[in-house]
């Protein structure tokens, strides 16, 4: 069991208990914090007590050469059959990339709850995904990596304030079948793959931008265009997005030989021009994570998103060496609309808001990468095809 960080007032009955071996009286050790207490009554729930995905197929051998990866966000597990599931689940991918808000886990319905320290919504969401038919047929189907957003952290908009997230991240590290791999022995979620040969290597990191993050700052216009929920933190706020382990493992991945980098982030990277989360709430976060790729000499960078319940294509000159590139698949089941108005300057065509998912489609002989959103039958409907030259691969 790996070290827990989490806060919380409860339990502390835990912290002077006594116990009576061979008629001598032993004190555990009084917890010297709320976080230490939780872990506490958290280290005495079994594995078996949480929930479990079906099994899926297995990752991609090593020297596998990727040519197609699946991308979506956003799927509740309480609507019926997801028509983009199924699609997807027919694309004959060699990946696909659950990006966050895999369930509704801290809402009731429509309602926001305040889950108690057992996290029992979350853990019947999940119990509800794994007997869904359309996941099960994707779990048969391509072989998945997974990052988690709030509603499956367990709290919406929450990040390292949230007082239950050590428990969290054991119920999706269970749940996804990762607690006995590398990702399973740290705080937080992150965790990085790499697929294929040298001139054909595939390196996709997945990103954890809950565990970690700090408070955002509240809008001062709740509502108004640009400024929906909230603003960009001022210059020097010292706010973090990823925390400094996370941050020194990024660095060290980047470094790692490869010729296409997918960077899964559950919030947006790029756009700049609404008040939901991304990075844009921390400038100074997002102007990092440029400059770390800048300054590992990181080749062929294309960021990956979720979270907007709209899909979108960006691109962008002069953040990286290179043109950056964006696709935001959001979301498979829970669409609010049927057209998006919003408009950014990075934008490639407009939003697309009915229920979607996306597509990285490489071509090593052409030396081109196409970034594609599907609709919910697997037609494309927004494309944007880069060169490997305009990614920096040489």
């Excluded at 926001?112 to 047929?137: G, H």
């Excluded at 709030?150 to 749940?175: S, T």
């Excluded at 040298?198 to 400024?227: C, H, N, Y």
Aim: net charge negative; aromatic share 10%; charged share 25%.
């Amino acid at each position: 069991m790996k070290r827990g960080l989490m806060a919380g007032a409860v339990l502390f009955a835990l912290a002077g208990c006594a116990t009576e071996t061979g008629g001598i009286t032993l004190f555990t050790p009084k917890p010297d914090s709320a976080e230490a207490a939780l872990e506490l009554y958290y280290n005495t729930i079994p594995d078996s007590a949480l929930p479990k995905a079906p099994a899926g197929k297995p990752l991609p051998a090593d020297d596998a050469v990727i040519t197609k990866v699946l991308l979506g966000s956003c799927l509740d597990e309480e609507k019926g059959p997801s028509a983009a599931m199924m699609s997807l689940a027919s694309e004959g991918a060699d990946l696909f990339l659950m990006v966050g808000d895999n369930v509704y886990g801290d809402r009731d319905g429509r309602a926001y709850t305040n889950n108690q320290p057992d996290l029992d919504e979350v853990k019947e969401s999940f119990a509800d995904l794994a007997a869904r038919e359309d996941f099960q047929k994707v779990r048969a189907s391509v072989p998945m990596m997974v990052a988690w957003d709030d509603h499956d952290f367990g709290a919406n908009d929450a990040g390292k304030e949230f007082p239950f997230r050590g428990l969290a991240e054991r119920i999706h590290e269970v749940f996804w079948g990762l607690e006995d791999q590398d990702v399973g022995q740290w705080p937080g979620t992150y965790y990085a793959r790499s697929f294929g040969p040298e001139g054909q290597r595939t390196q996709v990191i997945m990103l954890d931008t809950r565990f970690f993050r700090s408070g955002l700052t509240p809008t001062d216009e709740w509502g108004a265009q640009g400024k929906e929920r909230y603003l960009p933190a001022p210059t020097g706020s010292m706010q973090d997005m990823l925390g400094a382990a996370q941050w020194t493992w990024l660095e060290n991945q980047l470094q790692q030989p490869a010729d296409i980098r997918l960077i899964a982030s559950s919030i947006q990277v790029m756009p700049t021009t609404h008040g939901w989360e991304a990075w844009s709430t921390m400038p100074d976060e997002r102007a990092r994570l440029f400059n770390l790729i800048k300054k590992t000499d990181a080749n062929g960078v294309v960021f990956l998103s979720g979270d907007r319940h709209t899909a979108f294509i960006y691109e962008e000159d002069g953040v990286l060496p290179y043109a950056a590139n964006e696709l935001t698949s959001s979301s498979l089941n829970v669409s609010f609309r049927d057209e998006s108005d919003e408009v950014d300057s990075r934008q490639i065509g407009a939003g697309f808001a009915p229920e979607n998912y996306g597509t990285v489609e490489i071509d090593w002989e052409a030396r081109s990468l196409a970034l594609k959103v599907k609709d919910n039958s697997g037609a494309t409907v927004r494309e944007n095809t880069v060169s490997f030259s305009e990614i920096g691969v040489n």
